[in-house]
């Protein structure tokens, strides 16, 4: 089993910034694929971005150049950055944890992009 625990959602307005964490923690071993998707209302999940333990990165091109996913030094945490957020980034963001077996899914975190 694997726990994904999410924070740093929240209120922004257009062109702000936010940072979501995503710790994993449980039965983890190498190598695996972590990272973030987001439903927004009404729409299907879609990725977001993903890293692997080797630092290898994917990400959705309406995303590309505004946002970061990188990797703590033990591998167990991922990060997000998001820059110049715009409305069409409002969704709830869940990560992602992909090894060996099915996928684990955090409980997701909301990410609102309004004045």
């Known amino acids: 089993q694997v726990q994904l625990v999410e924070s740093g959602g929240g209120l922004v307005q257009p062109g702000g910034s936010l940072r979501l964490s995503c710790a994993a923690s449980g039965s983890i071993f190498s190598p695996n694929v972590m990272g973030w998707y987001r439903q927004a209302p009404g729409k299907q999940r879609e990725l977001v971005a993903i890293?692997?333990?080797?630092?290898?990165?994917n990400y959705a091109n309406s995303v590309k150049g505004r946002f970061t996913i990188s990797r703590d030094n033990a591998g167990n945490t991922v990060l997000l950055q998001m820059n110049s957020l715009q409305p069409e980034d409002t969704a709830v963001y869940y990560c992602?944890?992909?090894?060996?077996?099915?996928?684990?899914w955090g409980q997701g975190t909301q990410v609102t992009v309004s004045s």
């Open positions: 890293i692997t333990t080797g630092g290898t990165t």
């Open positions: 992602k944890f992909q090894g060996r077996s099915s996928p684990y």
